[in-house]
């Protein structure tokens, strides 16, 4: 089974920056679609930004500007960079993905979440 690790979230100021990764734990032929979400204790989780197999972004309108979603074909892995955070940011960040595990298996999984805390 293919498994994303997320890494990069940590404890920030009011209008400081984090960068966060998101990377599979085991050989995968490649991915396609790609999101990361987040989730407040005791609130659903909410979609924050895509990005298509062919790199087209598209952002939740409270971090449009702020936040921007890539990836790297190469190394498999995709990243949500994150200025000028708020406290509303606060959160557990999930990254999600689906894509090939071979050539002709197909997998899609969430994350484990890493925590994002901006203090005020």
């Known amino acids: 089974q293919v498994q994303l690790v997320e890494s990069g979230g940590g404890l920030v100021q009011a209008g400081g920056s984090l960068r966060l990764s998101c990377a599979a734990s085991e050989s995968i032929f490649s991915i396609g679609f790609m999101g990361w979400y987040r989730q407040v204790p005791r609130n659903e989780r909410e979609l924050v930004a895509t990005i298509s197999s062919a790199g087209a972004a598209a952002y939740a309108h409270s971090v449009k500007g702020r936040f921007t979603i890539s990836r790297d074909n190469d190394k498999k892995a995709g990243y949500l960079q994150m200025t000028n955070l708020k406290p509303e940011d606060t959160g557990v960040y999930f990254c999600?993905?689906?894509?090939?595990?071979?050539?002709?298996?197909?997998?899609?999984?969430w994350g484990q979440g890493t925590q994002v805390t901006v203090s005020s």
């Open positions: 999600y993905a689906h894509g090939l595990r071979t050539l002709e298996v197909r997998f899609n999984s």
